[in-house]
């Protein structure tokens, strides 16, 4: 989803909804989130570069998966329930059920990466739709293992051209970045994350802030754009031009193919149906790691 798409006015009530990360109305005590972290954290005990990766295919996912060891850091799968696990994990990733404690319908890779500072000092993530070039692999982990703890890497995300000028919907993608602990946490304790609705947020200091809050878009990222700009955090942008050649998404796509036209996505059922891995691998020149 990009910023130039309008509010969704079920964004706030539809609580099959709370795994994509939404404050509005979350229903989850802040204690079952910090158990399930612990767990987390056990899972990657002894791993120093964590990468999430997001399983809804089996082939992409173990194409990233190889990707991300090419370049020295650890793949890390969580997975949408609506797919499963993978049935592919290389030697030296570790698979994680972000969901096990929860049994949510739907989850994002936007639902552990809200409390990353719980669980590690460092974590990338990207799309689970993104694949890169060798040479952007290298670009982006030397952006990655170069970020001082407090700071993080995302892209902006400033919408269309007529958007451009409208600050409130900017926002930072998860298409692809790092954060830190520190920088995790203070998002966290500022109440200005990833997660939708950051108004919301349980963090949110006084009515007086959530008044501001609410004047701005509702969508994901948006927090993190808020964090910078007006709580002093510290984000190296990552160019969007870096990962857009690889980035398969309906966005923009006039052909792409829903398996429920004019409803919502569902990544798992749809990225095959509209992308053929052997030939944007090929175009990548990555297609020798199929």
């Not at 509005?24 to 005990?45: C, K, N, Q, Y």
């Not at 791993?47 to 991300?68: G, K, Y």
């Not at 989850?107 to 974590?123: D, G, K, N, S, V």
Request: net charge positive.
């Amino acid at each position: 989803m990009n910023s130039t798409q309008k509010p969704d006015s079920s964004a706030k009530v539809d609580s099959s909804q709370f795994g994509k990360g939404n404050w509005g109305g979350f229903p989850i005590p802040l204690d079952e989130i910090h158990a399930a972290a612990a767990e987390w954290r056990s899972a990657l005990e002894g791993v120093e570069r964590p990468w999430l990766c997001w399983n809804v295919s089996d082939r992409w996912c173990a194409l990233q998966q190889r990707l991300i060891q090419e370049v020295g850091w650890t793949p890390v799968i969580g997975f949408d329930p609506r797919c499963g696990a993978p049935k592919t994990v290389l030697p030296g990733s570790v698979v994680i059920d972000f969901n096990a404690r929860f049994g949510l319908p739907i989850m994002w890779p936007h639902f552990p990466l809200e409390f990353a500072f719980l669980f590690t000092e460092r974590l990338a993530f990207w799309h689970a739709d993104l694949l890169c070039r060798m040479e952007t692999m290298r670009k982006l982990k030397e952006v990655f293992e170069g970020l001082p703890d407090g700071w993080m890497a995302a892209v902006p995300d400033y919408g269309s051209r007529r958007f451009f000028y409208r600050f409130r919907h900017h926002r930072y993608w998860e298409l692809a970045g790092c954060t830190t602990r520190g920088a995790s946490q203070s998002q966290f304790e500022q109440g200005a994350g990833w997660w939708r609705c950051f108004v919301d947020h349980p963090n949110c200091p006084n009515e007086r802030e959530r008044r501001i809050r609410s004047k701005y878009y509702y969508d994901s990222g948006v927090g993190i754009m808020y964090w910078k700009r007006r709580l002093g955090g510290r984000v190296v942008n990552v160019p969007q031009g870096w990962v857009a050649e690889g980035h398969c998404t309906s966005i923009n796509r006039k052909n792409y193919r829903q398996v429920e036209p004019g409803g919502q996505r569902n990544l798992s059922a749809e990225i095959d149906l509209n992308f053929d891995i052997a030939e944007v691998a090929k175009q990548l020149g990555i297609g020798h790691l199929l």
